[in-house]
């Protein structure tokens, strides 16, 4: 395989994009979750003013992954941190540095904008992605517990109701 190509996704990759996440989804074995459409991408990736970012990788002059990322903040630091929300190569595209080239952009760019972290989350039980990121010198975070609103819990919360105990 050439030479990995990474460049910022556009609005023309809207369709591209909504193709790599469902790929993804179907390798998590969450298909059934994604709720993304095209107009979704495009009012937060292509908007005026996007908080949320998109990266698509070539290779042999075709698409054969993405990542979409966004700048948080950490206070003890006093520094944004990159956080990569999803990271996908196809699966004939894997082991030929496609995954390690979006990595080593996204690491380009999160020291270029002084971010003093770069994190991301992986599925305990994906094994080749923890094996890879174990040897890029990446260290899991295990002291911590991620927490996440969605659905009612968020609505209820949001109009300063409890959620109701089963």
């Excluded at 941190?81 to 004939?92: C, F, I, K, M, N």
């Excluded at 975070?141 to 968020?154: F, S």
Aim: glycine share 8%; with cysteine.
């Amino acid at each position: 395989m050439s030479k990995a190509i990474i460049r910022p996704a556009t609005e023309q990759d809207t369709d591209l994009i909504l193709h790599f996440v469902r790929e993804l989804a179907i390798y998590e074995k969450a298909e059934h979750e994604v709720l993304a459409t095209p107009e979704h991408v495009r009012r937060t990736l292509f908007c005026a003013n996007p908080s949320v970012f998109g990266l698509i990788c070539e290779a042999e002059g075709r698409p054969v992954g993405f990542a979409v990322y966004f700048f948080n903040y950490s206070t003890w630091l006093g520094q944004h941190g990159l956080y990569l929300e999803d990271l996908y190569v196809t699966p004939d595209a894997r082991g030929h540095g496609a995954g390690k080239a979006l990595l080593q952009h996204l690491a380009q760019i999160a020291v270029e904008r002084d971010c003093g972290r770069f994190e991301w989350s992986v599925l305990d039980w994906n094994t080749p992605s923890i094996e890879f990121y174990d040897s890029l010198g990446a260290l899991p975070q295990n002291e911590w517990i991620r927490y996440r609103l969605t659905g009612e819990a968020l609505q209820a919360l949001a109009r300063g109701k409890e959620k109701a105990v089963a």
